[in-house]
């Protein structure tokens, strides 16, 4: 899991200055491996996500189709986490968080700092720092929405 861990990593680098670039307004969230030829990319748009987006996207990774298929998807009611920034935006919410040390979690966000996030689990206060995060993502509750 490391190893996937660490490409996922390496394409975010990779594909989100460029996607960035190319389409002002849009963030990469997440590049996650479905499976070794294959991933996805989660983006958003400060103008929502929708088909000509995500085929734009696709256009501007398309060295990349030679080596993987490419899904480009919005990023859904459980959206993926994995910048500060990300965090910062759901305090309050919960979460879902597997660590590089195949921890899993689940928990309240109560705070996002620059090195990591707090969050409440079973009335104990866990502090988990970002590079130890694996995938994370928001937790769809009844009512939510």
Request: glycine share 6%; hydrophobic share 35%; charged share 30%.
């Amino acid at each position: 899991m490391a190893a996937t861990h660490e490409k996922e990593r390496q394409l975010t680098r990779e594909i989100a200055p460029k996607v960035e670039r190319a389409v002002p307004g849009t963030e990469v969230l997440a590049v996650e491996l479905t499976s070794p030829e294959r991933f996805t990319v989660y983006v958003d748009h400060v103008q929502g996500v929708d088909p000509a987006l995500c085929e734009r996207v696709t256009a501007i990774l398309r060295d990349y189709l030679r080596d993987y298929s490419i899904d480009v998807s919005s990023p859904g009611v459980e959206r993926p986490l994995r910048k500060p920034s990300h965090f910062r935006n759901v305090v309050g919410r919960r979460v879902a968080v597997r660590t590089n040390e195949r921890h899993r979690l689940r928990g309240e966000v109560v705070a996002a700092g620059e090195s990591s996030v707090t969050l409440q689990t079973d009335g104990e206060s866990v502090d988990i720092p970002y590079e130890a995060i694996v995938r994370s993502n928001l937790i769809e509750e009844a009512g939510t929405r």
